[in-house]
């Protein structure tokens, strides 16, 4: 029996969008960014077909631990570190690399056992001011983790970068300067670069490259799509028919009638909803993949269903769908719903069942 609504992953696009990072950043390591449920492709599945990465990267502890109950022995990274001894010896059981941000972090390593050991990932704060230590505070930080001694495993550098996707954006230069001035003279690895940094910026792709996004096969650009970067969709959102109407010139469709049939039309009713994480706010038009064509979406998006004008089409009950996948970018989707891929992937609903293949 197979799901009404589905999310079919594919394990051969997620090895080539790995291979095309390498072929792009050649000679460089990946830490690939598999948090919040590996981008909603589902977190073991994602760890497994990424298996030829030579780390991975989540943002919280307990995605790590998931990980590694399941088997998965690649080198973890915790992007936010830890925030208690609890989790840090935890850690260090577990063997997971930390990312160092700001100074009760730093006083935690100090206080731990000298037992533990610790692989540290120390971040400045290049400019984005979310996460990292300010450029003055750098340098004396670099010289606490080293005085840490036998505790300190291996020390790297890194940053994250805020506007990347915007190609010749000035903040980009500046942060990569500010990061730069912090490791001059420095012999440790380094990591600055996300999906957008690493096709935007070859000079800054540093040791190791930290892309997300685009292993899923999408664009970080708002004006180039998975495609034009040589990636393709690691997911088909696919659904099914379930219904069909004939609706009379001047009658409204779903929620509010805020679509109104102009002429006599067909409307196929899909099975999938905002509940599943299609966006609500999605307008009417646009366009979903029914049978091998796009049609216009019509009318609000419900919890568990959309609408879809399909007039003039042979579409009937149980007629494959996809909202998003290889037939149309998520990317599209993003944009009508004034979103962005990051949010449409991630936002996947539980309930729907992932499909690898
Ligand atoms: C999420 C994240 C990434 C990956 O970003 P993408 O834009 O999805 O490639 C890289 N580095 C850090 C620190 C992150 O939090």
Redesign the pocket.
């Known amino acids: 029996m197979r799901p009404l609504l589905r999310a079919e992953i594919s394990s051969r696009a997620l090895r080539g969008n790995l291979a095309r990072v390498r072929a792009v950043a050649p000679g460089r390591r990946v ?1 690939a ?1 598999i ?1 919040a449920n590996g ?1 909603g492709h589902g977190l073991v599945e994602v760890a497994r077909c990424l298996a030829g990465a030579d780390a991975l ?1 989540v ?1 919280r502890l307990e995605e790590a631990v998931a990980l590694r109950e399941a088997d998965i022995t690649l080198p973890i990274v915790l ?1 936010e570190g830890v925030f208690d001894a609890a989790s840090l010896a935890e850690a260090a059981r577990r063997g997971f690399e930390l ?1 160092v941000h700001d100074a009760s972090q730093l006083a935690l390593l100090e206080a731990a056992p000298a037992t533990q050991r610790h692989t540290v990932w120390l ?1 400045l704060d290049s400019g984005m001011n979310r ?1 990292g230590f300010a450029p003055a505070g750098f340098r004396a930080a670099c010289a606490r983790l080293q005085a840490l001694g036998g505790k300190l495993d291996t020390l790297r550098l ?1 940053t ?1 970068m805020a506007s990347a ?1 915007l190609p010749g954006e000035a903040q980009t230069s500046a942060q990569l300067a500010r990061f730069a001035e912090a490791c001059a003279g420095r012999m440790e690895e380094v990591s600055i670069a ?3 940094t ?1 096709f935007s910026r070859p000079d800054a792709h540093g040791d190791w490259v ?6 899923y096969g999408a664009s ?1 650009f708002a004006d180039r799509e998975g495609h034009d970067l040589g990636l393709v969709p690691a997911m088909r959102l696919a659904s099914t028919v379930i219904a069909l109407h004939d609706v009379a010139r001047g009658e409204g469709v779903g929620y509010g009638a805020t679509w109104r049939a102009l002429r006599d039309s067909r409307i196929a009713i899909v099975a999938a909803g905002y509940g599943d994480g299609v966006p609500w706010t999605l307008p009417s038009g646009t366009p979903v993949w029914i049978d091998g064509r796009q049609w216009p979406l019509a009318g609000r998006v419900s919890m568990d269903m959309i609408a879809v004008d399909v007039t003039g089409s042979g579409v009937r009950q149980g007629d494959p769908v996809v909202l998003w996948g290889p037939e149309l970018p998520v990317e599209r989707m993003a944009a009508a719903a004034g979103s962005i891929a ?1 949010q449409l992937l991630c936002a996947v609903a539980e309930r729907v069942p992932r499909v690898v293949s």
Request: aromatic share 8%; hydrophobic share 50%.
């Open positions: 830490l960014v948090k981008y990267a943002a992007l990312v971040k996460l890194m994250h996707d996300n999906s957008a690493l930290r892309p997300g996004l685009c292993l970080p990051w």
